[in-house]
């Protein structure tokens, strides 16, 4: 295999990789009538199987009243005004009431690149864009409160914002039920926090014990995503995630949620998702809690266009409290965006595959390794786009020798390309006994027609995780470069960084022996700069300034091995 076939299977895998991807989009489109097939489960039925706490006075197996978004099609009316409380800390700005967070804004992430762009909203209130994360209470012996109703301000403060010298902010609600049963509900913000702290109080100052289990959960209709390749979001995973110890991270699409078969998993520790491009939510309950998670879809889609309603819970472990007594549970809601160092300071396992570099294992770690030498470049630089350029340099610097050992054997073919010609010109159509020939040449003269092929099969997979690294870090989401390039995770909006990819492999091909090679192929190749710059000019610049830059460097390396190891070398006469 010389340099040129080379090149032509790297391009088919790059085709054949877009094709596949938008084949899978296709592929996964929702039916128009999305319809569970499934045996009913508790999911469906209105019944929760109960999750055993240790306690040895709590019931071996009992039957639960289900959460409300599951026995019923979900409402979602419009909160009161006199229980909404608004929280504004240095990066959420919140809306919530005891039983639901109805509204969050990412303040350090405008919506577009344009100045005075409004805050990303990832929760919200509005029916054709709902998302909420919403917690509550069943209990089968008496009253309890739902994420619907119950809880209600425990203060007469209904804003809260953080001020100098205060870290953090505790907004308290309360519910009183019958016969005693008071649950205190606490969210804590912090300063520079995605987290929300949500610990509720359970005291009973009646005569009787009273049983209850909460519910977490994840209620949304999927976002509009633009697809195609000029929009990375159409790329991203969009639905629900979770972890458990003993199954590890899985996730399903919201088209699949009814055709891949109810969940109903029992975990212990674990955490919920819903997961989109750049930003998530999740519930993270303590970890040695013992949980539920189900998924449902509570308002299906319709044929009419009207847009079903996802949801994933996490129901946890009968809470027992005795008459005079009380009991704590509490949980982290996430609800922000995926930022590699701040999840990783949740210490919670799994949490990190929030950032979905890729569905396969190996790529995901390949990719999690290039994020990590971004980000050391990124503190030397303080610049995304010149630390993209110094993990070409550093990429080079690993694969030198290989690159060495290539562009020196392709300065000899070069060299040695009049010998070949003329060995095509002696043996005419009698292709075998011209490539016996051309073979003996090559071992006569110590080339390796192959040595091209290694360094290029070795970064196909860098590029392949780049991609993915570039689409999903939210770090790098608006980064701008230099000059025109002011989102590095936008296609060059001038063309510059593909025209300049098309100046380079042409220059390159010029350079590059072609032994051998027939006309069909030589006009293939003539073809190839321009196929590949119509294709880059859709790709995120920062991926196409880095296979510029890794071009450019090589183009350089290739001149100079082929002046050094070409042009003095002395080649006998046929």
Same mark, same amino acid.
């Given at each position: ?5 080379? #090149? ?29 097939? /499934? ?67 990412? !303040?350090?992430?405008? +919506? ?17 864009? &709902?998302?909420?994360? $919403? %917690? ?47 649950? @205190? ?27 209850? *289990?909460?519910?977490? $959960? ?56 819903? !997961? ?13 809690? @013992?949980s539920t998670f189900s998924l449902a879809t509570p308002s299906p889609a319709t044929s009419?266009?009207?847009?079903? $309603? *996802? ?20 949980? @982290? ?12 300071? $949740? ?12 569905? *396969? ?20 630089? /303080?610049?995304?786009?010149? %630390? ?17 050992? =290539? ?15 003329? #060995?095509? +010109? ?15 040449? *090559? ?13 290029? !099969?070795? =970064?196909?997979?860098?590029? !392949?995780?780049?991609?993915?690294? #570039?689409?999903? %870090?939210?770090? &790098? ?31 390159? =091909? ?10 069909m192929q030589k006009k293939m190749m003539q073809i190839m700069p321009l196929v590949f ?7 995120? /610049? ?21 002046? @050094? ?10």
């Amino acid at each position: 295999m010389n340099q040129t076939r080379t #090149l032509l299977i790297f391009a088919w895998l790059m085709v054949a990789t877009l094709l596949w991807m938008e084949w899978g989009k296709e592929r996964a489109a929702p039916p128009p009538v999305a319809t569970a097939t /499934s045996a009913p489960s508790a999911a469906t039925t209105g019944t929760v199987p109960a999750v055993v706490d240790t306690d040895p006075a709590a019931p071996a197996a009992a039957t639960i009243p289900a959460p409300p978004a599951i026995a019923n099609a979900p409402s979602t009316p419009a909160p009161d005004g006199a229980t909404v409380v608004s929280v504004d800390t240095d990066v959420l700005r919140v809306k919530l009431d005891g039983g639901a967070i109805h509204s969050a804004e990412l !303040l350090r992430y405008p +919506q577009t690149t344009q100045a005075g762009s409004p805050p990303v909203r990832l929760f919200d209130d509005a029916p054709a864009r &709902l998302f909420q994360a $919403q %917690s509550g209470w069943v209990s089968s012996s008496g009253a309890a409160p739902s994420h619907e109703s119950g809880f209600v301000p425990a203060s007469n403060n209904r804003q809260f914002a953080l001020g100098r010298g205060i870290d953090t902010i505790a907004v308290p609600f309360l519910w009183q039920g019958p016969n005693g049963i008071t649950i @205190r509900r606490t969210y804590t913000f912090g300063r520079g926090d995605y987290t929300v702290q949500v610990r509720d109080q359970v005291i009973n100052a009646g005569t009787a014990p009273w049983q209850g *289990y909460v519910y977490r $959960q994840l209620l949304r209709v999927p976002p509009v995503v633009k697809t195609g390749m000029t929009h990375p979001e159409g790329y991203s995973f969009h639905g629900a995630a979770w972890y458990s110890p003993q199954d590890k991270f899985e996730k399903r699409k919201f088209e699949d949620f009814s055709e891949d078969g109810a969940l109903e998993k029992a975990v212990a520790g674990g955490w919920i998702a819903m !997961l989109q491009h750049h930003f998530f939510a999740a519930w993270i309950p303590e970890s040695d809690a @013992r949980s539920t998670f189900s998924l449902a879809t509570p308002s299906p889609a319709t044929s009419q266009g009207i847009a079903g $309603q *996802y949801l994933i819970r996490e129901l946890g472990p009968a809470v027992s409290v005795a008459p005079g007594t009380t009991a704590t549970t509490q949980a @982290r809601l996430w609800v922000g965006p995926k930022l590699v160092k701040r999840i990783e300071s $949740q210490a919670v396992p799994g949490l990190d595959r929030a950032v979905d570099f890729s569905s *396969y294992s190996l790529m995901a770690a390949l990719g999690n390794a290039l994020f990590w030498l971004l980000e050391k470049l990124h503190r030397l630089f /303080s610049n995304w786009g010149w %630390s993209i350029i110094g993990l070409v340099v550093v990429i080079k610097l690993a694969l030198y020798p290989l690159s060495a050992a =290539q562009y020196k054997s392709m300065a000899r073919m070069r060299r040695f390309q009049p010998r070949i010609e003329q #060995l095509k +010109q002696r043996y005419g159509e009698d292709k075998q006994k011209f490539q016996m020939a051309m073979m003996e040449l *090559y071992k006569k003269e110590k080339i390796n027609p192959v040595g091209g092929c290694l360094p290029i !099969l070795l =970064q196909m997979p860098v590029f !392949l995780a780049l991609y993915w690294v #570039l689409l999903e %870090s939210v770090e &790098l989401r608006h980064a701008p470069w230099l000059g025109w390039i002011q989102n590095l995770t936008a296609p060059d909006p001038y063309f510059i960084l593909p025209a300049l990819n098309m100046a380079v492999m042409w220059a390159t =091909q010029k350079l590059s022996p072609t032994p051998g090679m027939d006309p069909m192929q030589k006009k293939m190749m003539q073809i190839m700069p321009l196929v590949f710059g119509v294709m880059f000019a859709f790709f995120p /610049s920062g991926l196409v300034l880095y296979w510029v830059t890794n071009g450019a460097l090589g183009l350089l390396q290739q001149w100079w091995m082929t002046k @050094r190891h070409g042009d003095d070398m002395q080649v006998a006469k046929a």
